[in-house]
T-cell receptor
Framework: NAGVTQTPKFQVLKTGQSMTLQCAQDMNHNSMYWYRQDPGMGLRLIYY???????DKGEVPNGYNVSRLNKREFSLRLESAAPSQTSVYFCAVVDSYGYTFGSGTRLTVV | GQQLNQSPQSMFIQEGEDVSMNCTSS?????WLWYKQDPGEGPVLLIALYKAGELTSNGRLTAQFGITRKDSFLNISASIPSDVGIYFCAGLWNWGAQKLVFGQGTRLTINP
């Protein structure tokens, strides 16, 4: 997963709390993505950013906001966490061969 | 939205056996990708397929892009313990800002 760094690796939140998941890449790619992974459902796209300053909704955007302030960083924010947002979150960038994923953030909302 | 149906959902095999899994879609794709995910890690690309009918190998792994562009399969020959993990297929219409659509995954367990 070299080139895509996610922080934190683990987080426990109480319902209603907010937090930001950070993603940074050192691969100089334009497109960045946030996915969530739930058992038996594969990976589902939350938001993506085709370039610095642009963002678009994916399949499951409700309850999330994103920010792409520069080419390197793409953050995912939960304004008011809900138990349904308990999941593993992956950031990814696209390169010539496929998508490169970070190692994930495991989030539990209690 | 687009859906990929991946099967089987899980496999329990003996070390040394061959493995086969596949994905089907209601939509056509221009690229099929196969990923493997180890526990606590993100998916890692195994094989990429760019042309209908293409058959590509990577060591003991072989994958094919179906001629209809709506399916793909992955074979693993002579399985070894480090093959354990979750395998995902993914389809893509175009590179760039197009979203990657994933199958539900196949969990492979190997008995030594």
């Amino acid at each position: 997963n070299a080139g895509v760094t996610q922080t934190p690796k683990f987080q426990v939140l109480k319902t209603g709390q907010s937090m930001t998941l950070q993603c940074a890449q050192d691969m100089n790619h334009n497109s960045m993505y946030w996915y969530r992974q739930d058992p038996g459902m594969g990976l589902r796209l939350i938001y993506y950013s085709a370039s610095e300053g642009t963002t678009d909704k994916g399949e499951v955007p409700n309850g999330y906001n994103v920010s792409r302030l520069n080419k390197r960083e793409f953050s995912l924010r939960l304004e008011s966490a809900a138990p349904s947002q308990t999941s593993v979150y992956f950031c990814a960038v696209v390169d010539s061969y496929g998508y490169t994923f970070g190692s994930g953030t495991r989030l539990t909302v209690v | 939205g687009q859906q990929l149906n991946q099967s089987p959902q899980s496999m329990f095999i003996q070390e040394g056996e061959d493995v086969s899994m596949n994905c089907t879609s209601s939509s056509i794709f221009n690229t099929w990708l196969w990923y493997k995910q180890d526990p606590g890690e993100g998916p890692v690309l195994l094989i990429a397929l760019y042309k209908a009918g293409e058959l590509t190998s990577n060591g003991r792994l072989t994958a094919q892009f179906g001629i209809t562009r709506k399916d793909s399969f992955l074979n693993i020959s002579a399985s070894i313990p480090s093959d354990v993990g979750i395998y995902f297929c993914a389809g893509l219409w175009n590179w760039g800002a197009q979203k990657l659509v994933f199958g539900q995954g196949t969990r492979l367990t190997i008995n030594p």
